[in-house]
C-alpha cells in the first residue's frame, strides 16, 4: 500500500500532468521523461511512475517497450464517440432546463453569459475553457440533474484536447459565445424544441471543424480509430 504522502503526491502530479495534457501544454507525442517530472515537481520518481501509470491507462500517454513514454495522440474515435454521448444526454438537458427554470436562474444564466464574454473580449484562452463548462453545468444543473454533467466530464477529455486547439483561433471563441447565447436565449424563454435545436447544432459544431484543425495540427492526431459514420 502506497504512503500518504506519496498518494497525495501522485494525486497531485496527475492532475496536474492531465490538465497539461488536455490543454495542450504537453504537445501530443511529446516526450516524457520520469526524472524531468520528478525534477519539476521536487519528488521522488515513484510517485511521478504511479500517475505516469495512471495517464497511460486512461490513454493520455503511451508507454512504448524500450523507447520511452509520450503523450498520446488525440484519439478521433474517441472523440467522435464523446461527442455522441454529450448530444444524447445534454439534447435531454437542456430540454428539461427550458421547460423547469426560474427567474433566478435566468438572472444566474445571463451573468455568466456576460462572463464568457468578457473573457473572449479579453481573450483569455483558458478562462473561455472555464465557462464553457460552467455554461454547460448549469445547463444541467436547471434541468435537475447535476450528475449528467459529471458523467459527461468524466469521458470527454479527447474532445476537451480538440476544443483547447480550436481556441488557438481567436474567431472560434466568437462562434461558441454566440451559440450558447443562443442556447441560454431559447432556454430562458422556455423554448425547449428551440433549445434542443441549439445545443444540438452547438456540440456538432467541433465535426465542422475537425478536418481544417486536424490539418493544422496533423501530428496531434490518431484518426486510426475514427468511425466514419455521420454524428
Not at 516526450?31 to 511512475?49: D, H, K, W
Not at 432546463?97 to 438572472?107: L, S
Not at 460552467?134 to 458523467?151: C, N, P
Request: charge should be negative.
Amino acid at each position: 500500500m502506497a504512503h500518504p504522502a506519496t498518494r497525495h503526491s501522485t494525486d497531485q502530479i496527475y492532475s496536474v500532468l492531465r490538465s497539461d495534457v488536455i490543454s495542450g501544454a504537453l504537445k501530443p507525442r511529446e516526450s516524457m521523461s520520469e526524472a524531468r517530472m520528478a525534477l519539476r515537481f521536487g519528488v521522488s520518481r515513484t510517485p511521478v511512475r504511479e500517475a505516469f501509470k495512471r495517464l497511460v491507462d486512461e490513454g493520455f500517454l503511451v508507454a512504448v517497450p524500450q523507447v520511452g513514454t509520450f503523450v498520446s495522440p488525440i484519439d478521433l474515435g474517441a472523440v467522435h464517440d464523446s461527442q455522441f454521448v454529450r448530444e444524447t444526454l445534454e439534447c435531454r438537458t437542456v430540454v428539461l432546463a427550458a421547460q423547469r427554470i426560474g427567474e433566478a436562474d435566468c438572472r444566474r444564466l445571463a451573468a455568466q453569459v456576460e462572463e464568457q464574454a468578457e473573457a473572449v473580449r479579453s481573450g483569455n484562452r483558458s478562462e473561455i475553457f472555464r465557462l464553457d463548462e460552467v455554461f454547460h453545468a448549469e445547463i444541467s444543473r436547471i434541468a435537475g440533474h447535476r450528475a449528467v454533467w459529471s458523467m459527461i466530464e468524466g469521458m470527454k477529455a479527447q474532445m476537451d484536447r480538440v476544443r483547447c486547439l480550436s481556441l488557438e483561433t481567436p474567431s472560434w471563441s466568437e462562434v461558441i459565445l454566440n451559440e450558447h447565447k443562443i442556447i441560454a436565449a431559447c432556454v430562458m424563454k422556455h423554448d425547449a424544441k428551440g433549445a434542443e435545436a441549439a445545443m444540438r447544432a452547438h456540440l456538432r459544431t467541433v465535426f465542422a471543424t475537425i478536418d481544417t484543425i486536424a490539418k493544422d495540427h496533423a501530428d496531434a492526431f490518431d484518426d486510426s480509430r475514427l468511425a466514419h459514420e455521420d454524428p
